[in-house]
C-alpha cells in the first residue's frame, strides 16, 4: 500500500517552459488536492477534485492547470512556468473534504 | 469565511519542556473539523488528529494532547516532555460539512527541541 505518491521529487525549469506533476493514490479516496508550500505562507490549496473528471479552483490557481482522467491519478500543469512558481508542491488525498488528508512526499520546483 | 489563526511562527524549547501550540479557528458553520498535521524536517505531512464540533472532550495520545474549547474558538496542542524527534512544524486545519467548502490550514508553528 503506497498511499499517495508524487512524480518528479525535484525539478528545475527554465521560465517558459511546461511541465506536469503526476501525484497517484491508490486508498480509492474520491477527493485529491494540490496545494503549494512557501516559507511562511503555509499549505495554499492550488486546485481540487471531488471525483473522477471533476476539478475545481483553489485558493491560488492562476498559473496552473490540473486534470483528474483516471480516480487514482490527479495531474497539476504548468504551460509557462514563471519564477514565481518556485515551491514545494503537496498532493494529498482524502475520502471526503471534512476527513484527514493523506499527503504525498513533495515536488520541489525551481524555475530559474 | 473560514480561517484558522497560528499566531505563534517559532517555539524554542529544551528536551522534557512541556510545549503547547495554539490555534484559533473562525467559522459561521455549527458543524465543522478540525486537524492537527506535522511535518518533520524530512518534509512529508503527517495527520495527528480530527476533531468534529459536537466533541469537546479533551483528547489525550501519549505525550500529546488536544484542548478543544469552542468558547474561544481554539483547538490547542500540547507536547509534554518533549523530545528532539518534536522538531517540526504543525500545521492547523478546519473543514466544514458543506460539500462546497474547501479545507483551511493555518500558517503553521515551526517547533524547535533542543537536547
Known amino acids: 500500500n503506497a498511499g499517495v505518491t508524487q512524480t518528479p521529487k525535484f525539478r528545475v525549469l527554465k521560465t517558459g517552459q511546461s511541465m506536469t506533476l503526476l501525484c497517484a493514490q491508490d486508498m480509492n479516496h474520491e477527493y485529491m488536492y494540490w496545494y503549494r508550500q512557501d516559507p511562511g505562507m503555509g499549505l495554499r490549496l492550488i486546485h481540487y477534485s471531488v471525483g473522477e473528471g471533476t476539478t475545481a479552483k483553489g485558493e491560488v490557481p492562476d498559473g496552473y492547470n490540473v486534470s483528474r482522467l483516471k480516480k487514482q491519478n490527479f495531474l497539476l500543469g504548468l504551460e509557462s512556468a514563471a519564477p514565481s512558481q518556485t515551491s514545494v508542491y503537496f498532493c494529498a488525498s482524502s475520502l471526503a473534504l471534512y476527513n484527514e488528508q493523506f499527503f504525498g512526499p513533495g515536488t520541489r520546483l525551481t524555475v530559474l | 469565511a473560514q480561517k484558522v489563526t497560528q499566531a505563534q511562527t517559532e517555539i524554542s524549547v529544551v528536551e522534557k519542556e512541556d510545549v503547547t501550540l495554539d490555534c484559533v479557528y473562525e467559522?459561521?458553520?455549527?458543524?465543522?473539523?478540525l486537524f492537527w498535521y506535522k511535518q518533520p524536517p524530512s518534509g512529508e505531512l503527517v495527520f495527528l488528529i480530527r476533531?468534529?464540533?459536537?466533541?469537546?472532550q479533551n483528547e489525550i495520545s501519549g505525550r500529546y494532547s488536544w484542548n478543544f474549547q469552542k468558547s474561544t474558538s481554539s483547538f490547542n496542542f500540547t507536547i509534554t516532555a518533549s523530545q528532539v524527534v518534536d522538531s517540526a512544524v504543525y500545521f492547523c486545519a478546519l473543514s466544514l460539512s458543506g460539500g462546497s467548502y474547501i479545507p483551511t490550514f493555518g500558517r503553521g508553528t515551526s517547533l524547535i527541541v533542543h537536547p
Open positions: 476533531r468534529n464540533s459536537f466533541d469537546e
Open positions: 467559522t459561521r458553520d455549527t458543524t465543522y473539523y
